[in-house]
């Protein structure tokens, strides 16, 4: 089976974005030949065994004097002789957007996405008449397959497409034997480099940098916990990503304001391999964002055994995790205040309860588990379609 990815359109450092590295590895380990179309303007190392192309620019100084329609008509041209090229089974989007009704047009059939729910989930805040709306509808119309990472984004698809889409649910999966506890060496390296005490304990909030993860409250609730409790522990907050809505020096400043920037440790963008030692450094995971779908942070925390304090979300409902996360009361600055502080009481309980929680994510989320998965749901579909085919051949 050989299957051709377009990659989201935009990347991290310049590079592909790590949510498409992880799906080109799932790709692989399916057994799948792929194509990549990675997004105009991304740089990065030639990935082996895997054809790469470059997306054409989508012209978006035309958006507003040209229907979505007739921009991908134009794009059909330029697509179609890289899908000639590619010449794959199935064509599958990540990112849900224009360039799902580009593929659908040029002929990249059949047609897949991956949601990975801020695509869906911020559009369908905007009034029905709203024109980036109308548009994601259009596009998940033209889907022969949507698929989430939670309940809640079939929903949401439903929602804005004013019609049911099929899907499948499949969590992203991460490599369980790079994520693991028990890296001492690592932990005691960050710890020496963020100048943090080896007794002290560590709130890790991993989300990416963005006003909609809401590191500002995550600030001010650690800066609420008894003095007793903060003395003796620090807040790392991570600073890679879009940085919408906020941004560092906001940041530092009103955690300088609040008197605790000097219990704050700041970590930006690291390889992809580097990531489990910052975890191993922690001793706790913080998740507070306004909306979300199911984030693989969660995913990498429960795989290394670290307990992780979130709000309630609906998405969080999926996939059994929902035994071993700590959720705040309410969702608020206080309750999140509350939360954290009762963790740093109950620590070795949490952390006793993250080690089944380890053994949940080894047996669900692997990456070679959802390898399996995506390889079984790209065979389903490409069933259904030839079953549909041969009924309106025989109708």
Request: aromatic share 6%; with cysteine; glycine share 6%.
């Amino acid at each position: 089976m050989k299957v051709t990815m377009v990659a989201a359109p935009f990347g991290q450092r310049g590079q592909m974005h790590i949510h498409c590295r992880r799906y080109v590895r799932l790709l692989q380990l399916a057994g799948c030949s792929t194509a990549l179309l990675g997004h105009s303007g991304a740089t990065g190392p030639a990935i082996e065994g895997v054809e790469q192309y470059s997306y054409p620019r989508r012209m978006r100084r035309l958006d507003n004097v040209m229907s979505a329609r007739a921009l991908s008509f134009i794009h059909k041209r330029r697509l179609q002789p890289l899908l000639r090229a590619t010449r794959s089974d199935l064509y599958h989007v990540q990112w849900v957007d224009d360039r799902v009704l580009d593929m659908s047009l040029a002929g990249g059939r059949p047609l897949v996405a991956t949601a990975w729910g801020s695509d869906l989930n911020v559009p369908a805040q905007a009034p029905e008449t709203n024109a980036v709306r109308r548009r994601l509808g259009a596009a998940l119309r033209a889907l022969d397959l949507l698929i989430v990472d939670s309940d809640d984004i079939v929903d949401t698809a439903r929602t804005l497409a004013g019609t049911d889409i099929p899907s499948a649910l499949l969590p992203i999966g991460i490599d369980t034997e790079l994520f693991r506890p028990g890296l001492l060496t690592q932990r005691r390296h960050w710890r020496e480099q963020l100048q943090i005490e080896p007794e002290a304990v560590v709130y890790l909030s991993a989300r990416q940098l963005g006003a909609l993860y809401r590191p500002a409250e995550i600030i001010r609730a650690f800066a609420a916990i008894p003095a007793a409790a903060r003395d003796q522990s620090y807040l790392i907050i991570r600073t890679f990503g879009h940085s919408v809505g906020t941004s560092v020096a906001q940041l530092q400043r009103l955690a300088k304001e609040l008197g605790i920037a000097e219990r704050v440790r700041w970590v930006g963008s690291m390889a992809y391999e580097e990531q489990p030692g910052l975890y191993a450094a922690a001793d706790l995971a913080v998740n507070f964002p306004e909306m979300d779908a199911f984030p693989v942070t969660i995913l990498e925390s429960l795989a290394c055994g670290v307990p992780v304090l979130t709000n309630r979300l609906k998405a969080y409902e999926s996939h059994g995790v929902v035994p071993y996360l700590t959720f705040t009361a309410e969702d608020s600055v206080p309750q999140l205040t509350a939360t954290l502080a009762g963790a740093f009481t109950n620590l070795q309980a949490l952390q006793a309860r993250a080690a089944e929680g380890r053994a949940h994510a080894v047996q669900h989320f692997d990456e070679r588990v959802s390898a399996a998965s995506l390889r079984r749901i790209y065979e389903a579909l490409l069933d259904r379609l030839r079953i549909d085919k041969a009924r309106s051949h025989t109708a």
